[in-house]
């Protein structure tokens, strides 16, 4: 066979150890918090039928699903007539595609299994999703989402649990966020106030842009879409204000006065925000009356989160949404949940250099291979390690030291242990701390203390 | 938009918490060995260019290849004189595929990799794979695979780490196993004795079978292969063996001693069971001939490893192998490697029943809801429980005090607090045993110590 050049599919990525070691600090962080809150891990295929993905994400996301192809003969039962038409082959050689998200299919999996589950159901999921997009950077045709949600409950207290588990987890990830606190009744208030409550999403898709476009150009598009000088000057107000969440909140009583989604807009708000204001959060929270991310189906809090100091955007959102899995059959079913960008935290935390050192150093000891007698002798001491939960490894070969010291080294690995014939007859071990240089004799007992990362 | 009835891809399933908690256990077990032994994690994308994966798993291996639609017009550049053809279709409209296994990513990652990389380089991977086999009991298209193999290395310690670790493993499931060891090589010295080198791969194919058919059928197939009756005769008492570790090596001494080949795996064996022979295993060391696990790419130690007193077959398997990466450019790099079957593993642990119980209880403590003032009360003692690392929850809302436990009981919640008006004032928790119904009335600092695993 011919030899190939290896290459993985372009918007796609190798993790290697360093990485991945990386990967899993914020994984693991993640999930443990998760489970704290009682929030219970599910998977779905990475396959999920078109039927299922298509119509769910707009036009342009149907058009970015990745589409696998039939097995056996993918013209069976095609009608020729159709000749080679690229939509209609498209559609009768694929009916299966790859997850675009995990909302979707988590909604699918609620009603399917809608008499095993207990609810209200709290679930967390940590899998890849694809998305055919352009490659860029920064962005991936293959990421992973790690999602947390609960349904089956309309109670706000679990508003306040995931902000809790949202600073639970930048706290542990030692990385100062604050997390941005708005409410869909209040934007559809605010509509209303100006008079086009139906322009609701318009307004919403040109409020997300405030801030990365100068406030004119948002106004601008107001106009566009259709919304009158008039509406707009009484928009401009609310997406203009500024102070603290005790001055937000009395400028939207008088605001949304004349609105009933307003005003229940504003008591959940400030019920969730004065439950959180007892939970002594370590991140800042801030009622944004410009968050919108633009998704229609949320209905209740909007949540997102953003790192301090840096200029990578939101590394985290979500909110409440009314209507999960109707589309599925189920209708009545509410919800809250929120997505964790783990690419974007991983960046955040590489640029402000928050990964602890300690997470690279996997292996704790290494010990040097003398020769075949040896090698029994440290076999034994690497089990009484292992033992103790100790990460060790024995040099495959009587190699050179040199060697054998260069492959500590490079694996970071902070303890070799030297032991020849001197050493087993004695039954002692030579230690050598690679960061300090310092050399020691030690008894077994000894040595599993001195590495142990407990007592360093 | 129609309403639908949700189902998944045959082939596939969902994991439901319950699921994803036993296999968890499976996986953090596994992962948690590997990482003791210094082995690093590496992921791969799900997707791989169908260059890298064609050819490599033989013309059946192709056929269960699930392959990706291109994005956009699929018929961009296709010669339409070829028609309607549905070979030369499926290979213009697709040129990525999912993961088939994960050893031809790995070796595609070494030598991409290659200047990254601290050699002997050891790597674990679990992630899922994708084959568009035909669905069946215990046979999925969507499964996890578990590797570990280290690679830049001839030395047999590693056979010896690997049998360690597949030990350590199954010990810490609670599993009885027998570790079935071979050698590629003395399989290599029979069919020299025999008289047909070439027919190695056939006698393989065959004796793969024993066990599974008859005896007689098993001849009858190296017949059919082309061995005469003379060979097969010869064969016999090779793979009839039975007795003791030491007895077959007597027979195997005598038996290739006119093969070089055979004699270098009879001391490779030895080599290694010596060495595991002082490690004191749990498991069962078998040295069985008839292991050949039909794949030409081993070509010393072949590993198999079975549960005992259960009909599910291999639960892991494994071998060393000469040339990990020749087809993409890097030549002799030797490595050795076992793969852990996830699924058979699971069948294994639920028919023998060993998953302990405690896993199941995710959560500890559910505080009950009586309403706004006493939420914000437990609000505070489910924090302090969080903070000590005990997963706890507060009911949403106060609902009947019935519907509430009996949340609890549905997901397995050991200990519930009652904290109404009363025990507010005193600042104690009335806490309810779930299993015995014993109640106490405790402070904060006791309810900690109380539900506490480590002093239950």
New interface residues.
């Given amino acids: 066979?011919a030899?190939?050049?290896?290459?993985?599919?372009k918007g796609?990525?190798?993790?290697?150890?360093e990485e991945?070691?990386r990967r899993?600090y914020i994984f693991d962080t993640i999930r443990s918090v998760f489970?704290?809150?009682?929030y219970?891990?599910?998977?779905?295929?990475?396959?999920?039928?078109l039927?299922?993905l298509t119509?769910k994400y707009g036009e342009e996301g149907d058009?970015?699903l990745?589409?696998?192809?039939n097995?056996g003969?993918?013209?069976d039962g095609?009608d020729?007539t159709k000749?080679?038409d690229?939509k209609a082959?498209?559609i009768h050689?694929?009916e299966?595609g790859?997850r675009y998200d995990l909302t979707v299919p988590f909604a699918?999996?609620v009603?399917?299994?809608q008499h095993?589950?207990?609810f209200?159901f709290?679930?967390y999921q940590v899998q890849?999703v694809?998305r055919?997009d352009r490659p860029q950077k920064g962005r991936y045709r293959?990421f992973y989402q790690c999602d947390v949600d609960?349904v089956g409950?309309y109670?706000l207290?679990?508003e306040?649990?995931l902000a809790?588990i949202t600073d639970?987890i930048f706290r542990r990830l030692n990385l100062d966020v604050v997390i941005h606190i708005n409410n869909r009744k209040i934007l559809a208030g605010a509509a209303e106030t100006a008079g086009y409550p139906d322009k609701l999403t318009d307004i919403t898709v040109a409020i997300d842009k405030l801030g990365k476009i100068p406030l004119e150009k948002v106004l601008g598009e107001l106009a566009e879409r259709g919304l009158p000088g008039e509406a707009i000057e009484k928009v401009v107000p609310f997406i203009t204000l500024e102070g603290s969440t005790d001055e937000k909140f009395r400028f939207l009583e008088d605001y949304l006065s004349g609105s009933e989604t307003g005003k229940k807009g504003i008591e959940e708000a400030r019920h969730v925000l004065t439950?959180l204001g007892?939970?002594?959060l370590r991140a800042n929270i801030e009622l944004d009356l410009k968050l919108a991310r633009g998704l229609n189906y949320y209905t209740g809090t909007i949540f997102e989160v953003k790192a301090t100091g840096t200029s990578i955007g939101s590394i985290c959102g979500g909110g409440r949404y009314d209507d999960l899995t109707g589309?599925?059959?189920l209708p009545n079913m509410p919800g809250v949940g929120i997505s964790f960008g783990a690419d974007r935290i991983y960046d955040v935390l590489n640029e402000k250099n928050l990964f602890p050192e300690t997470i690279l150093a996997?292996?704790r000891v290494l010990f040097i291979?003398f020769g075949p007698e040896e090698?029994?002798f440290v076999?034994?001491q690497a089990?009484l390690l292992?033992a103790a939960?100790?990460?060790?490894?024995?040099y495959?070969?009587a190699e050179k030291i040199r060697k054998q010291m260069e492959?500590a080294d490079?694996?970071k690995i902070p303890f070799v242990v030297l032991a020849g014939k001197d050493e087993m007859e004695k039954n002692l071990l030579t230690v050598k701390n690679m960061q300090t240089g310092e050399q020691q004799s030690l008894s077994p007992g000894e040595l599993v203390r001195t590495v142990s990362p407990r007592t360093e």
């Fill in positions: 066979m030899i190939q050049k290896p290459s993985v599919p796609t990525r190798d993790f290697t150890p991945m070691v899993n489970k704290l809150y009682g219970l891990p599910i998977e779905t295929p990475a396959m999920e039928n039927s299922t119509g058009k970015l990745f589409r696998i192809l097995s003969d993918i013209l095609y020729s000749g080679l690229t082959l498209a050689v694929s299966k790859l699918r999996f009603v399917q299994h095993e589950l207990v209200p709290k679930r890849p694809w055919a293959e609960v409950s109670s207290l679990y306040v649990e809790q639970d439950l007892g939970t002594g589309i599925f059959g996997t292996t291979n090698e029994k076999m034994k089990a292992r939960g100790i990460p060790s490894e024995i495959p070969s492959y490079r694996k």
